[in-house]
Structure formats: structure tokens, C-alpha cells
């Protein structure tokens, strides 16, 4: 498993914006969706390629093109969902394909609620949208759940990582080189509820608003 944490001055103040508390659901939808654009930039850095050739106005030249099979993204329902829309428009042919997953409050065990994706992905390069990476257990469900259906590499973008999760994830499937975590940052630790500290609450809620 290979962890990136992509340091940049905008991505480190649209966080900041994002943790604030009076941070309006509008605004965080949007700052959301800028961010996972620029997370997007440095995971995409070894998305499948091939050259092609074209004409310029000028004269004929080699150029670059994203290979097929095209890439799929998975969001994790629900709060992933916030983050499609940032990445789509970096990875506009990409496939979409998503996966429902709840974690129980009080056990923190991660489970399945919903399944849209095709069963075969052999040589796929899926990445995966979570934004919160607190104890683990969802992105590790998600991951070997790819990768058995024969993923050829799985990145996960998250806003925010806990060293908790981290180590959780690294335990499960970090002998594997072709599972990598994007993050804009690494926090302190989870709390007792399982919330990652400082972090920024509960990212579904700011997203979407609380549903009872
Ligand atoms: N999920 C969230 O939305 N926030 C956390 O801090 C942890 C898990």
C-alpha cells in the first residue's frame, strides 16, 4: 500500500474552510468538490495511457490518451456521493459505479447496503471516493471487494485520513502494492465515537444535512 499526502497551500486552505463549523452545506458541497479535483490531479498520475497520433493546424504529432479499459470511479454511498461530481469533471469518460456501505454507530463495523458495479474488473484501475478514512473498515471491504473481482489497481481519494484507519488498512491490504490512499491530510486520532479528530464532523451531514 502506498499513502500519498498532496501538500499544496490551496489544498491545505480549502481544508481549513471545510473543518470551520460555520461552514455552510453550500459551501462545503462546492469546496468538497474543488478539492477532490485537485486530490483527483495527483491520483490520476499513473492512470493507464497510450499514444496516439493526430494532426495539429500545424503539422502531425504524437500525443497521449487515456487507454482502455476506461477507468472506473466508485463512490461510497453517501458521502462519497459529494465527491463525484470533483471527479468526474478531471475524469469526464470514466465509468461510474457505486457501492453502499453503512457503518454500525456503536460497533463501527463497516456493512453493504447497495452494489452497482460490473462483477468482472479484471484490469481495471478504480478509484474509490470516501471522504472521511477514520477506522477502516469500510475502505477495506470496498478494496478487497475490487480487487477480488480482479481490479488491476485501487486508489482511494479521501479528504481526511486517521492514523487509526491507516494502520488498520495497512494491516489488511498493505503487502498490496496496487491499493493507494490519497489524502489531503493525515489527523491526530479517532475519538471515541469514531470521529476523526480534529477532522470536520460527520461529512455526510455537512454535505447533505442530518436525515432522521
Ligand atoms: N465519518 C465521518 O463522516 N466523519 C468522521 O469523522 C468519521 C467518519
Partial sequence: MRLHVTEHPLIAHKLTTLRDKNTSSPVFRQLTEELVMLLAYEATREVAVHEVEI???VAPTM???????RPIVVPIL????G???GMTRLLPTAEVGFLGMIRDEETLEAATYANRLPDDLSGRQVYVLDPMLATGGTLIMAIEYLLERGAKDVTAICILAAPEGLHKLADAVGHRAEVKIVTAAVDE????HGYIVPGLGDAGDRLYGVVD
Avoid at 78 to 81: E, F, K, S, T
Fill in 55 to 57: 494532426e495539429t493546424p
Fill in 63 to 69: 500525443g497521449t490518451a487515456l487507454a482502455k479499459p
Fill in 78 to 81: 453517501r458521502a462519497g456521493l
Fill in 83 to 85: 465527491m463525484l461530481e
Fill in 189 to 192: 486520532r479517532l475519538n471515541e
